[in-house]
């Protein structure tokens, strides 16, 4: 059964949802019909994040038709929480890749912010190069978790309370800034094992045989989820967030921008070594890293 705790977080993500994706013929007319009446916004600023999910809002900032509805596009990529919740209250991002768990947090201090879509359904997964298969191998051991306090944390402490671990007492946590760090300490020994999302978890795995590490994915905390709650081996991770007075005042740019994510969703899974150039550019790693980690990224 899922706690309280757990319950309350779901819960919040769906309070925050403002809109959900919509494709059919008659809401793209309606759509067009909107932006058309919408005067041209002078600046749109799109956030993008450390993960998979930047791939869908470079896509979106480069080669959707939201440039039809706006004079220019800046995108940028924020690199820690603490960063994207400045930009989301100081209202310099507009639109952004997010944590489901920030979004929500923002939601409920006020900030005047809404949760537009789910784009990435879990791709949060322990790396090592040692024999850890279970929560049971993590006794004793010292877990990298990056972002103290956000969504991989929080899933973790559920998760391995649910099978039977006390996280405080039964391992070391070291938390990190962000994934990059606790990638780094990984492959430097400083670490049994990482708490790593896609590309960081892939991006361990090659380094790794560079080094001669046999890093390897541990434990699919996708399949765990699903286990301890009885529910699909998804959940929801990231997704894109938009300021309201940007929703309210632009609700046919807004409905672009929710057609373009569909439309680079479907782009990314059809042309993957695009995707990977794509996901290359923005995300400091390799293009052949960026595709393999395409293929544990469930989008």
């Known amino acids: 059964m899922i706690n309280q705790k757990l319950r309350q977080?779901?819960?919040?993500?769906?309070?925050?949802?403002?809109?959900?994706?919509?494709?059919?013929?008659?809401?793209?007319?309606?759509?067009?019909?909107?932006?058309?009446?919408?005067?041209?916004?002078?600046?749109?600023a799109i956030g993008g994040s450390p993960i998979m999910i930047t791939i869908l809002l470079a896509y979106l900032a480069e080669q959707s038709s939201i440039k039809n509805l706006v004079e220019t596009v800046d995108f940028r990529i924020w690199k820690t929480h603490d960063q994207l919740r400045a930009d989301a209250v100081s209202g310099k991002l507009q639109v952004s890749a997010t944590p489901t768990s920030l979004a929500a947090n923002l939601y409920q201090r006020k900030v005047p912010i809404k949760l537009l879509n789910v784009l990435v359904w879990g791709v949060l997964n322990i790396w090592s190069n040692q024999n850890i298969r279970s929560f049971e191998d993590l006794k004793n051991k010292t877990l990298l978790i990056a972002f103290r306090g956000g969504l991989p944390a929080q899933l973790f402490f559920y998760l391995a309370k649910e099978n039977g671990l006390d996280p405080e007492k039964d391992l070391k946590i070291q938390y990190t800034t962000d994934f990059a760090q606790a990638v780094q300490l990984l492959l430097a020994g400083r670490g049994d094992a990482a708490l790593l999302s896609e590309p960081a978890g892939t991006g361990a795995e090659l380094r790794g045989q560079q080094q001669g590490l046999d890093i390897k994915l541990a434990i699919n905390l996708q399949e765990e989820?699903?286990?301890?709650?009885?529910?699909?081996?998804?959940?929801?991770?990231?997704?894109?967030?938009?300021?309201?007075?940007?929703?309210?005042?632009?609700?046919?740019?807004?409905?672009?921008?929710?057609?373009?994510?569909?439309?680079?969703?479907?782009?990314?899974?059809?042309?993957?070594?695009?995707?990977?150039?794509?996901?290359?550019?923005?995300?400091?790693?390799?293009?052949?890293?960026i595709k393999k980690s395409l293929g544990y990224t469930p989008l």
Not at 22 to 34: F, M, Q, V
Not at 235 to 255: C, E, H, N, R, V
């Open 9 to 44: 977080f779901l819960q919040l993500i769906l309070a925050t949802t403002g809109l959900t994706f919509t494709t059919n013929l008659s809401e793209g007319k309606a759509e067009k019909i909107i932006a058309q009446s919408e005067e041209k916004l002078a600046n749109l």
């Open 225 to 289: 989820w699903g286990k301890v709650t009885g529910r699909a081996p998804r959940f929801p991770q990231a997704g894109t967030l938009a300021l309201t007075s940007l929703i309210d005042k632009y609700p046919g740019l807004i409905q672009t921008i929710q057609n373009g994510l569909v439309e680079a969703v479907n782009w990314s899974q059809k042309n993957p070594d695009d995707a990977a150039a794509l996901g290359a550019k923005y995300l400091g790693l390799k293009a052949p890293v």
